[in-house]
């Protein structure tokens, strides 16, 4: 076990942006709350997988929405305790832990909150291993733990459970519950047995966001380049770099949906790029050709600084590098790419596993 304090978030929350494959939400909405609640109630226990009791029960909690409106609707900060009560009375179980669900964006830091507030410990663990856009992407739907029943809080005090017959259903009806709810919820979810999280879950990764984040963050003391830093910390591949020339980006359906064009900069001068986004990097493309699909990792950074840029923050003339991360292996099988590969998301490519070479390095295991 060790403390999380307010100091450590600012690489947490920079680590989970690299995660976050451009989505999840943006994590510096999450650090200020995050920052307020331990200010507040006092620093969090993390705990690792190993140190969970294999009885106890334990439960996720993180934000549901279009990343864009969370920009713009920001979160009270009462609401992870709102849909945590909601859960607990009705289901009457004794929670003794957290995790977050997803390891990517905001909701890396949304769990701090809640344990901060209820002073129980934090997982070291999560079900993504990065960001994706729906409720049934995670590990544990994988083994066929659900998600439900889902408690979902808003800003103005609405609380809603939703009881879906699996986790595909508790997604398109929690989905349709967030949009009269303003665009974005928090929801506590996937409630289980410490055994269960154990098995299913993606161990260690809120202190690899934490790492990588110290990486980012020190890259200024370097004189190395910052992508080449970053590309080395998380075993990745670069992939291409180049500015922005073309970006098209709507709301639809509780997602941020759209596609960013590329134009080449330095070796990757007069080639062309375009990444295709669902909340989420889901497909690139090099001058025409797929490269890397979901569920690897698609990672955008800035070419200077090597701090990630998320979707609902790019902008025209963006100077911007692209970088895949290998998946863990439980997003490898045939049920992992049918629930959160490319074909998943409407585009008729199949999945493209980034090359064995860097197993042996991969960040994600």
């Known amino acids: 076990m060790r403390k999380i304090e307010s100091h450590h978030l600012e690489d947490i929350a920079l680590g989970a942006a ?30 690792s997988p190993e140190e969970l009791d294999d009885e106890a029960w334990v439960v996720s909690v993180g934000m549901m929405g279009a990343p864009t409106v969370v920009v713009e609707k920001i979160p009270g900060g009462q609401e992870p305790l709102q849909a945590f009560e909601a859960l607990k009375a009705h ?52 083994v066929d733990i659900p998600s439900g029943p889902v408690a979902m809080a808003d800003e103005k005090g609405n609380s809603v459970i939703v009881n879906g017959v699996d986790s595909v ?17 928090t929801t506590c979810d996937y409630l289980m047995q ?62 941020t949906k759209g596609e960013v064009s590329l134009s080449g900069l330095g070796q990757d001068q007069g080639r062309t790029f375009t990444l295709y986004f669902q909340n989420e990097f889901l497909v690139a ?48 099988t045939v049920k992992g790419i049918e629930t959160a590969g490319p074909r998943y998301f409407g585009y008729n490519v199949d999945y493209i596993p980034l090359g064995e070479e860097s197993k042996e390095r991969r960040v994600l295991q």
């Open 91 to 142: 289901t009457g179980k004794e929670i003794s832990a957290i995790f977050p669900i997803e390891i990517g964006g905001i909701n890396s830091l949304i769990p701090v909150i809640l344990a901060a507030t209820t002073g129980l410990p934090l997982v070291d663990i999560d079900g993504m291993g990065r960001a994706f856009p729906e409720l049934q992407m995670v590990t544990f739907h994988l």
């Open 169 to 185: 259903w508790s997604e398109r009806i929690g989905r349709q519950a967030l949009t009269t709810m303003g665009g974005s919820v």
């Open 285 to 332: 493309e090099a001058d025409g050709e797929v490269v890397a699909t979901t569920p690897d990792l698609l990672t955008v950074v800035d070419v200077e600084t090597g701090v990630p840029v998320t979707t609902e923050s790019l902008r025209y003339g963006n100077r911007l590098a692209v970088i895949a991360i290998p998946c863990n292996e439980k997003w490898r």
């Open 18 to 47: 690299v995660l976050g494959t451009g989505g999840g939400g943006d994590p510096y909405v999450g650090q200020l709350m995050a920052m307020a609640a331990i200010e507040k109630y006092g620093p969090v226990n993390l705990i």
């Open 194 to 255: 410490g055994f269960q999280l154990k098995e299913a879950g993606i161990h260690h990764t809120f202190s690899l966001a934490q790492r990588i984040g110290e990486t980012v963050r020190s890259l200024k003391h370097r004189n190395q380049s910052p992508v080449e830093a970053l590309v080395e910390e998380v075993a990745g591949t670069l992939l291409f770099t180049g500015k922005v020339n073309n970006l098209l980006r709507r709301n639809s359906g509780g997602f």
